[in-house]
């Protein structure tokens, strides 16, 4: 299961829309910054399992959805497989975060026909699942972590993989305050498999100075405050999947301290 690496992404930065503003999100003296509503993360994906040989017709798809709004925290998995071996195991594997090893997730059973349909469901704070559902794994919890999937047989050969990196489909959205106690900030990321939209909004900077953004700890592009502190950062992706493989965005000023950070998704 090929994973893209993360250092690629920033090389393939285009900075589209670089705007220093007077009148965005100005923070008036000795007012500390306000809050600019909930957080959200809504992720989906779906993607189809490649055949990787080792048993001639087997195919699926998985889909992959988490929403995260305030506390509420839904997430759902439906791995769907067809045209394995009947009445046969095999085991589910997920690739977690940077781990290039797979973790065993657990073993299912396929049915006279080769089918088996795995429907793993976490709605948080005790509520049910609903019928036919399981339980999220541990591994797999939170799902926004699983870059890659892979149905292995008793041999522990892989049958069917996805690389959940490089989607069919995506829906990607991110907003966030990333305010402190000196520094109003918001940011913004939506994506699809053809665009991804970057918008990070800042003031209460030092005025007329350089500050740095920064992707997964590299610099990516130097930008410079207006007159009262301000800055607007607009972005696209050259590959707009890209954005999966952002684990972190942060701002720093000229001598590289850390002035706004935060963790991605």
């Known amino acids: 299961m090929k994973i893209s690496s993360k250092s690629n992404v920033l090389r393939r930065l285009i900075v589209v829309t670089l705007a220093v503003t007077a009148g965005v999100l100005v923070a008036k ?24 040989g080792v048993v001639s017709n087997a195919n699926g798809f998985v889909n992959l959805t988490e929403n995260q709004q305030g506390n509420a925290h839904h997430q759902e998995l439906d791995l769907l ?73 008793s041999s522990n050969q892989t049958v069917l993989s996805a690389d959940l990196t490089s989607p069919n489909k995506l829906q990607y959205l991110i907003k966030r305050d990333l305010s402190t106690d000196t520094v109003e900030a918001t940011l913004r990321i939506k994506a699809t ?17 350089d500050y740095f953004l920064v992707l997964n700890g590299g610099v990516v592009q130097t930008n410079s405050t207006s007159a009262n502190g301000s800055l607007l950062i607009k972005s696209l992706l050259e590959n707009p999947t890209d954005i999966l493989d952002v684990t972190s965005v942060a701002l720093w000023d000229s001598s590289s301290n850390v002035v706004l950070s935060t963790t991605l998704p």
Do not use: W
């Open 29 to 52: 003296p000795g007012n500390k910054p306000h809050k600019h509503g909930t957080d959200i993360l809504h992720l989906s994906i779906r993607e189809s399992l490649s055949n990787e």
């Open 193 to 209: 498999t053809s665009e991804t939209q970057f918008r990070l909004v800042a003031s209460g900077l030092a005025p007329t100075n």
């Open 81 to 153: 497989v067809k045209h394995l071996d009947a009445n046969t195991t095999y085991q589910l594997v997920a690739l977690v975060n940077d781990d290039t090893d797979g973790t065993a997730v657990g073993s299912f059973d396929t049915d006279a026909n080769g089918s088996a349909a795995l429907r793993y469901r976490d709605f948080g704070h005790g509520n049910g699942m609903g019928h036919g559902r399981l339980a999220l794994p541990a591994a797999l919890n939170p799902l926004s972590t699983v870059h890659g999937l892979s149905i292995n047989n």
